[in-house]
């Protein structure tokens, strides 16, 4: 990690993850920004170092955290301190949502310069933002919705298992039936979670199938906390909240073109196709405003 990152801060923050994974941080959070192809070879190999330690019916596995860090968690941690702290315990942080791409870049322009007044921040800040529109700078993207299909993929190859948490009414079965239609040997279970069913009876279900992969779609903060609280109770290996990715998948919502996700204006596409967000979609702005007036 770069000790001259603008966004760090000198003390010291205890965490969980995993020695040298990540690489950058911005306003307390560790990020791991080496792109898709990396997160994939970490998780197969926690997965296949869990295996080899055959854990039995008595001893769980030591699961893994992965979340899907965007600039509405990094706002969100900067008011909130409890998730602040939570993103602490996490094994591995990705970067989901080219606002932390554009920081990065910006980041690592201003270690070499000696002029950081907001006016040059200014200039440099659209300058990148003008490459990131023309495809640049994306190598350490990975978004919780590129992640899915990916590691299901992984799954489907490797034969492990994934286990669908959460999502409204029947989307997690939706979603799994999706990812079954594209990979017929891919082993999944589901559940839609609480309020449906008690957290006793969700568990029970996981530790019954014991997934390799659980993805958990409760929504930024609540699936969070979720994992917290639960991720020493339940037999699985890796848990990644993946925010409204089942919405996608399950064919409740539209996904932004390939077109609009390589310029990074999904969360233009989504405020479109979804005006009542907007005040969500104001976090970025915000961060844009954080980022050049820190």
């Not at 706002?75 to 949502?97: A, Y």
């Not at 559940?191 to 997934?211: A, H, M, R, T, Y």
């Not at 990644?240 to 998948?249: A, M, N, Q």
């Amino acid at each position: 990690m770069d000790k001259n990152s603008r966004f760090g801060v000198k003390k010291e923050v205890k965490t969980n993850h995993s020695f040298g994974l990540n690489d950058w941080k911005i306003f307390d959070i560790l990020l791991f920004s080496r792109g898709m192809s990396e997160v994939l070879k970490i998780v197969e190999g926690w997965i296949e170092s869990e295996a080899k330690n055959k854990p039995t019916s008595l001893k769980l596995r030591r699961p893994r955290w992965i979340a899907t860090v965007n600039p509405e968690f990094v706002m969100k941690s900067i008011k909130d301190k409890s998730f602040r702290e939570l993103l602490t315990k996490t094994d591995l942080n990705v970067v989901d949502g080219v606002g932390l791409v554009w920081a990065k870049e910006l980041d690592r322009q201003f270690v070499s310069l000696s002029d950081v007044s907001f006016l040059r921040k200014f200039m440099v800040g659209a300058k990148v933002g003008g490459e990131i529109l023309r495809g640049k700078h994306r190598e350490g993207l990975v978004t919780g919705a590129d992640l899915m299909p990916e590691l299901c993929k992984l799954a489907s190859e490797k034969g492990y298992k994934v286990f669908f948490l959460g999502g409204f009414s029947d989307r997690a079965k939706r979603t799994a039936d999706y990812f079954r239609s594209q990979m017929s040997d891919l082993r999944c279970q589901i559940s839609s979670g609480e309020p449906d069913f008690s957290n006793e009876q969700v568990l029970k279900k996981i530790n019954e199938f014991k997934p390799d992969i659980l993805f958990v779609a409760y929504g930024m903060k609540k699936q969070e906390e979720w994992i917290k609280v639960n991720r020493n109770k339940a037999d699985f290996g890796v848990v990644i909240g993946v925010g409204r990715s089942f919405d996608y998948y399950s064919g409740d919502l539209k996904r932004a073109p390939k077109m609009w996700r390589k310029i990074g204006m999904e969360w233009l596409y989504s405020l479109i196709k979804e005006p009542k967000r907007w005040r969500r979609q104001l976090e970025l702005p915000k961060f844009v405003w954080k980022v050049l007036t820190n």
